[in-house]
């Protein structure tokens, strides 16, 4: 299966390479630099909470409450700001991470300790979040004028010629590898998604180990909340609403499995990006915007299709025991 993965991720980067070359014969400035680099920072939110979605479905679950848990966690940052003007931005930043955190761990409570799908908990706590926000913030928004100058502009300062928000992808992108890579909460997630069973067996806590999963998926969550608020400069219960299709999207075309256990860092970040171009591109060959979410929907049936039929081998064997010598 790992080579069915590394060929994933090479048609995947062929065929972003391809929408990027056939767009330019339309608009000679897509394929520049500068374009290019838009495209990346447009996509990195989306690329940090497909992060946290891998990790949820390599587990055989999934969270559809992402979007509804950075909706709210952005709003309470706004809130504060335009409230308390002089709380520091970085203090914000981990305010929003900690809020989605517990959301998270909210949702991994639930699976964990009373055994309910994933798909239920996390259908019931998407509502319950949008709720929330209407109830603190009164039915009423945040707008520009009430947030402070360095909240906004914390997402667009430049370094070595990209905003922070795209370093912020990078780096987080480089200890979700680490973990993923070098940890045995790493390892284990991507075990009980192959075999709980044979996770038991093997030392691993199941219902724990689901539970960190929807931890991480909620910190990012939370942070993109932050994120969100100050790049777009608005907060409102409507934020990021219908997000979760394009997250869970990212995963399936990257070639994360539904079916747990298989998919990469590297996969996710590649079905980001591929929609990310595909949004990017397709205002340029004169395709409604209205139509990317069909898109999106029918990019997902595919991908699915595609990785049932590659499943005969799933998964890779992350956990060896030495065949005694007779």
Do not use: H
């Not at 587990?59 to 409230?83: E, H, K, P």
């Not at 999963?213 to 990012?220: D, R, T």
């Amino acid at each position: 299966m790992r080579w069915l993965l590394r060929t994933r991720e090479i048609w995947l980067g062929l065929a972003i390479i391809a929408i990027i070359g056939g767009t330019t014969l339309r608009s000679s400035n897509f394929a520049s630099i500068g374009n290019l680099a838009d495209i990346f920072n447009n996509t990195a939110m989306l690329m940090i909470l497909a992060l946290g979605q891998m990790v949820v479905i390599l587990t055989r679950s999934i969270d559809l409450s992402m979007a509804a848990n950075l909706a709210l966690s952005g709003m309470i940052v706004a809130l504060l700001n335009s409230s308390f003007p002089g709380i520091p931005v970085p203090l914000l930043m981990l305010i929003a991470t900690i809020c989605g955190l517990a959301m998270g761990a909210f949702n991994g409570i639930l699976v964990w300790k009373l055994d309910i799908p994933a798909i239920v908990v996390t259908l019931g706590t998407l509502t319950i979040f949008r709720g929330v926000i209407f109830l603190i913030a009164g039915g009423k928004w945040v707008n520009a004028d009430q947030l402070s100058p360095g909240f906004i502009e914390m997402t667009r300062i430049q370094l070595l010629g990209l905003p922070l928000l795209s370093w912020f992808a990078i780096i987080i992108a480089l200890l979700f590898f680490l973990v993923m890579s070098r940890t045995p909460i790493g390892r284990s997630l991507t075990a009980i998604g192959i075999n709980p069973t044979a996770s038991v067996y093997a030392g691993i806590d199941v219902g724990k180990t689901k539970f960190i999963s929807f931890c991480m998926s909620g910190a990012a969550a939370g942070f993109c909340g932050f994120l969100w608020v100050s790049r777009y400069v608005i907060g409102s219960v409507e934020i990021a609403n219908g997000y979760e299709l394009s997250i869970i999207a990212a995963c399936v075309i990257g070639g994360v499995s539904i079916a747990g256990g298989v998919g990469t860092v590297g996969s996710a970040l590649l079905g980001a990006l591929f929609l990310g171009v595909t949004n990017s591109a397709l205002p340029v060959i004169n395709i409604s915007p209205f139509w990317q979410m069909a898109i999106s929907g029918g990019a997902i049936i595919l991908a699915v299709i595609f990785n049932s039929r590659g499943s005969g081998n799933k998964g890779r064997i992350i956990l060896r025991q030495e065949v005694p010598k007779v």
